[in-house]
């Protein structure tokens, strides 16, 4: 009848695993005997209730979001012998009416379907109303593969408008005889799920039917049913942030699955049978009201504006719909704004920020705040933005980006046109820049339905230089959501003018930690970007010596085709001192994601160019160290000096 009182507190809560066993692993202990628990689990999935464990002594654990000592889970499997035969499955359960009203009469219809391949010689069905199972009834008739029964009940609706996941109700079949697959014999809903119809085309549902699905059955309902808990379970339950610490208050049930054709949530054609299909869990989110923020990612090649052609505006920690941020933000003060950029934040420092690929906040928060509700357009749950918004711009050390020129260039249609800004902006001399409201969306006017103007291209020009950053409409959203006062826009721009016209690197020193010939780094200052060489993992590093202290403000990577160190610093430090008195000039978390919506257009037809822009500095010595691990490959440095005693913009 299941647990009887929250996180198995009582003696009857939990049933003795014998053999189950504890061992000692180098460092760390392992539960080990797990196995069969965990089959039955697989083979009757509502049963799975989870583990309990308990220890004869005072024993502390680290959870899985702590930063280091984890628990680990370790799997292994092996593929299971086909069973033909006869197969039961509940592959739906209707509602007639199909969106009940609390206290209302309501039939609850549950199709039991043979999925098998041979006849089925009549089933019992239980009810199971808020974990209370009731009485079993007998249906004799047999069911030819195909074949399917109406197993009803009528009652009186349970509403619970403010919360979805309440009031569960399943239906669980006996077979009479064999049944080749178990974990399809019952199905759960939530009362006030909000209805969904699934339409799929015929081929599809063919290919779904051909081969296991990750319940082990042939079935294309099944594997509709097993999308649908993945939304619950995993996409709407665990999708956690400060402002929704249970996740999403949604949920969902199917209402009427349609092969061939009809009106509903399409599966789509990349739907395959052991696997989840994310354009499928996408539609279902935008039958209940989640926009695709994919309409607001910019690729590489649609934006025309002068000096950002080569730039596009892939999110950092993007969720299921394409866009937004998806770390969990309980363990930062809410006023304080969330970086969307790979920089080092001193304020988030030592903050627990893990992604995941789940819904983003932006996603949860819409859920939650129109629970039941259907928005006049997709972009509104966008909706209220600030209407005067505060950009602080800070640079790649994080220094306020002083008296700098912004101009704003919006996006429409997946693009950003060239011609004049939308409008323009001045930072003052802390980095801050105030943005007032053009319409119902803040500074973005009136939102498209799709949000595909919900884009802003900012140039930021400082000491001669231009950078691109992005400003979109989800991180005004969410700013509002957690409270932050203002919102973080990080250019790599200098802090003095630059020389452009010098290559500091050209013809140099080179070293690094495995000891190389000059000749295998010497293509890294050759000025050839066709060039390169592969460097290795591990706590290595590359180091050029300038010659004597200079004034640096630019340092440019170069790469052909190959990846660089995903995370590294850039550490300087000058004659006379030693490498272990070296300071961080900047710092790369993710070059994946700088090397594609940062670089710039190299001088081989293949090479990119990625630039770092610090503090104008003096030093001798540039050390690259390598803090991810992997290895990486490098085809070209340049290092450009600042011009010394000018302050122009």
Same mark, same amino acid.
């Given at each position: 009848?299941g647990?009887?009182?929250?996180?198995?507190?009582?003696?009857?809560?939990v049933e003795?695993i014998?053999s189950?066993?504890?061992d000692?692993?180098d460092?760390e202990?392992?539960?080990g005997g797990?196995?069969?628990?965990v089959?039955?689990?697989?083979d009757?999935?509502w049963q799975?209730?989870?583990f309990?464990?308990?220890?004869d002594s005072?024993?502390?654990?680290?959870?899985?979001k702590?930063q280091?000592?984890?628990?680990?889970?370790?799997v292994?499997?092996?593929?299971?012998a086909?069973t033909?035969?006869?197969?039961?499955s509940?592959?739906?359960?209707?509602t007639?009416?199909?969106a009940p009203?609390?206290g209302?009469?309501?039939?609850?219809?549950?199709?039991?379907?043979?999925?098998?391949?041979?006849?089925?010689?009549?089933?019992g069905a239980q009810?199971v109303?808020?974990?209370k199972p009731?009485?079993?009834t007998d249906h004799?008739d047999s069911?030819?593969?195909?074949q399917?029964?109406?197993?009803p009940?009528?009652?009186r609706?349970?509403?619970s408008p403010?919360?979805q996941?309440v009031?569960?109700?399943?239906?669980r079949v006996?077979p009479?005889g064999?049944d080749s697959?178990?974990?399809n014999?019952e199905l759960?809903?939530?009362?006030d799920?909000t209805?969904?119809d699934?339409?799929?085309?015929?081929?599809?549902?063919q290919?779904?039917a051909?081969?296991d699905?990750?319940?082990g059955s042939?079935?294309?309902?099944?594997?509709v049913q097993?999308?649908?808990?993945?939304?619950?379970d995993?996409?709407a339950?665990q999708?956690r942030f400060?402002?929704?610490p249970e996740?999403?208050?949604?949920r969902?049930?199917v209402n009427?699955i349609?092969?061939?054709?009809?009106?509903?949530?399409?599966v789509?054609d990349d739907?395959?049978p052991?696997?989840?299909s994310?354009?499928?869990l996408?539609?279902l989110?935008?039958?209940?009201g989640?926009l695709?923020g994919r309409?607001?990612e910019?690729?590489a090649g649609?934006?025309?504006?002068p000096?950002?052609?080569?730039?596009?505006?892939?999110?950092?920690y993007?969720g299921l719909?394409?866009d937004?941020?998806t770390r969990f933000d309980g363990?930062?003060p809410g006023?304080?704004p969330?970086?969307n950029?790979p920089y080092?934040?001193p304020? !988030? *420092?030592?903050?627990?920020?893990?992604p995941t690929? %789940?819904?983003?906040?932006t996603?949860?928060a #819409?859920?939650? +705040?129109?629970?039941g509700?259907?928005?006049e357009k997709p972009s509104?749950?966008?909706?209220?933005?600030q209407?005067?918004?505060?950009?602080?711009v800070?640079?790649?050390?994080?220094?306020?980006?002083?008296?700098?020129?912004?101009?704003?260039f919006?996006?429409?249609?997946?693009a950003v046109s060239?011609?004049?800004p939308t409008?323009?902006?001045?930072t003052?001399?802390?980095g801050?820049?105030v943005?007032?409201a053009?319409g119902?969306a803040?500074?973005?006017g009136? !939102? *498209?339905p799709?949000?595909?103007n919900?884009?802003f %291209?900012?140039?930021?020009?400082?000491?001669? #230089?231009i950078? +691109?950053?992005w400003?979109k409409?989800?991180?005004l959203?969410q700013?509002?959501?957690r409270?932050?006062?203002?919102?973080d826009?990080v250019a790599?721009?200098?802090?003095?003018?630059l020389?452009?016209?010098?290559?500091?690197a050209?013809d140099?020193s080179l070293?690094d930690?495995t000891?190389?010939l000059?000749?295998k780094l010497?293509?890294?200052i050759?000025d050839?970007?066709?060039?390169?060489?592969?460097?290795?993992g591990g706590?290595s590093?590359?180091?050029i010596? !300038?010659?004597?202290d200079?004034t640096?403000?630019?340092i440019?990577?170069?790469t052909?085709?190959?990846?660089?160190?995903?995370?590294?610093?850039?550490?300087?430090y000058?004659t006379?001192q030693?490498?272990?008195e070296?300071?961080r000039w900047?710092?790369?978390?993710?070059?994946?994601?700088?090397?594609?919506?940062?670089?710039?257009?190299?001088?081989?037809?293949?090479s990119?160019l990625?630039?770092?822009r610090?503090p104008a500095?003096?030093f001798r010595y540039i050390r690259i160290v390598?803090?991810s691990?992997?290895?990486g490959?490098l085809?070209?440095?340049?290092i450009?000096?600042?011009k010394?005693?000018?302050?122009?913009q």
């Open positions: 009848a647990w009887q009182q929250s996180g198995a507190m009582g003696s009857t809560d003795l014998k189950a066993h504890l000692p692993a460092k202990y392992a539960i797990l196995e069969q628990a089959q039955t689990m697989l009757k999935p799975n209730n989870g309990a464990l308990n220890f005072s024993t502390d654990f680290n959870s899985s702590a280091s000592g984890r628990p680990r889970l370790e292994q499997v092996e593929d299971a086909a033909p035969g006869p197969d039961l509940v592959a739906a359960i209707e007639d009416p199909a009203k609390a209302q009469e309501v039939t609850f219809k549950a199709i039991v379907k043979n999925v098998g391949s041979s006849a089925v010689k009549g089933f009810w109303i808020g974990d009731g009485p079993i004799s069911l030819e593969p195909g399917s029964a109406t197993v009940l009528q009652r609706f349970e509403g403010s919360d996941r009031h569960p109700i399943s239906l006996v009479s064999s697959c178990s974990a014999n759960g809903i939530t009362e799920a209805p969904v699934v339409t799929i085309p015929t081929d599809v549902a290919k779904l051909a081969a699905n990750s319940l042939h079935s294309a309902e099944d594997w097993q999308q649908v808990r993945l939304w619950n995993t996409y339950d999708s400060s402002f929704a996740g999403s208050l949604v969902i049930r009427s349609s092969v061939g054709g009809g009106a509903g949530v399409k789509e739907a395959a052991g696997t989840p994310l354009a499928f996408r539609n989110s935008v039958a209940v989640v695709d309409s607001m910019i690729a649609k934006v025309q504006v000096g950002s052609t080569s730039r596009s505006s892939t999110d950092l993007p719909m394409g937004g941020d363990g930062i006023a304080l969330l970086n950029d080092v934040d304020a !988030l *420092a030592g903050a627990f920020l893990e690929d %789940l819904f983003a906040a996603d949860v #819409a859920l939650n +705040t129109h629970l509700q259907k928005v509104d749950v966008l909706l209220p933005i209407k005067a918004i505060i950009l602080r800070l640079t790649l050390s994080g220094e306020a980006v002083q008296n700098a020129n912004l101009l704003f919006q996006s429409a249609n997946g060239a011609g004049d409008f323009v902006a001045q003052n001399n802390k801050i820049a943005i007032n053009r119902s803040g500074p973005f009136d !939102l *498209a799709d949000a595909g919900g884009v %291209l900012i140039q930021v020009k400082s000491n001669g #230089a950078d +691109t950053v400003l409409a989800w991180q959203t700013a509002k959501i409270g932050a006062i203002t919102c826009l790599n721009v200098p802090d003095a003018p020389d452009t016209t010098v290559n500091l050209t140099r070293s930690s000891n190389d000059p000749a010497a293509p890294l050759d050839d970007e066709s060039t390169g060489t592969d460097l290795p706590k590093w590359l180091e010596d !300038l010659g004597r200079r640096i403000g630019e440019a990577l170069a052909n085709g190959k990846p660089f160190w995903q995370q590294f610093d850039i550490m300087v000058a006379g030693r490498p272990e070296a300071i900047v710092s790369e978390q993710d070059w994946a994601w700088t090397s594609t919506n940062r670089r710039d257009p190299g001088k081989a037809p293949s990119s990625v630039t770092y610090g500095m003096r390598n803090r691990g992997g290895p490959s085809s070209e440095m340049r450009t000096p600042a010394v005693g000018s302050a122009a």
